[in-house]
């Protein structure tokens, strides 16, 4: 079973350059999750979908960030305009649903992308 | 406010000997827990969970963790350490409380296995 795809793996930009990430998730997982990572810290979650819906965006700064998942499987993440502070790697992740039964509870991670705002 | 706490930057051990990377939250109600390794330049890798039923749960590569409701503690343990155990560690809680599950990490701990 492949896992979570992202693109591209690492990002130079300067400031106020805008930035996407594309994430692929496990196939039928319903839920994707997008998480920045601040290095030495924890991963914070910024935006969760249910298929095509959001179902948590409470984390994400909506100025400057936005994110789609327009046909339900893939998703794009895109900052504009970026901050020096936005430099972090960005994690994608996706878990099956809790209506389809089984392991819903676990998320997969990709790989990241590693962004750094000069 | 809901949290995760690492106690512990940094955890040192030798190889064979057992090691602790301690958690602890604070979610109301009956939070579900994870332990995720990171390794240099990837993701985060699933090691085990606690949802329900008996409080000591095994995982993968041999690393186990103990659920203590009373002390809200979730700590991963490993009876013999191995140097390639060395990695950063992350303690998650899923709050069943909202309505997506929301997650919460802790800052992580980075293990430290010297042979």
């Known amino acids: 079973e492949a896992g979570v795809a992202q693109s591209p793996r690492y990002k130079i930009i300067e400031k106020r350059q805008s930035v996407a990430f594309w994430c692929n998730p496990i196939s039928g997982h319903a839920t994707l999750y997008w998480y920045q990572q601040i290095l030495g810290q924890g991963p914070k979650l910024l935006i969760q979908?249910?298929?095509?819906?959001?179902?948590?965006d409470s984390q994400l700064p909506k100025d400057r960030f936005s994110a789609e998942r327009l046909k339900g499987v893939d998703s794009t993440l895109k900052i504009q305009p970026a901050k020096l502070e936005d430099s972090a790697v960005y994690l994608c992740?996706?878990?099956?649903?809790?209506?389809?039964?089984?392991?819903?509870?676990?998320?997969?991670f990709g790989p990241g992308t590693r962004l750094l705002v000069l | 406010a809901q949290s995760v706490a690492q106690p512990e930057d940094q955890v040192n051990v030798a190889e064979g000997n057992p090691l602790t990377v301690k958690c602890t939250y604070s979610?109301?109600?009956?939070?579900?827990l994870f332990w995720y390794v990171q390794y240099p330049n990837r993701g985060l890798q699933f090691l085990l969970k606690y949802i329900t039923g008996d409080n000591l749960v095994k995982g993968s590569y041999g690393f186990e963790a103990e659920f203590n409701k009373s002390q809200t503690s979730f700590h991963l343990k490993k009876p013999s350490a191995l140097v390639s155990d060395s990695a950063l560690y992350f303690c998650a809680v899923r709050d069943p409380n909202t309505g997506g599950f929301k997650t919460i990490f802790g800052a992580g701990t980075r293990l430290f296995v010297k042979a």
């Open positions: 979908f249910q298929n095509n819906g959001v179902v948590d």
């Open positions: 992740a996706s878990s099956a649903t809790f209506l389809a039964g089984g392991d819903f509870e676990t998320q997969y």
């Open positions: 979610v109301s109600g009956n939070p579900y």
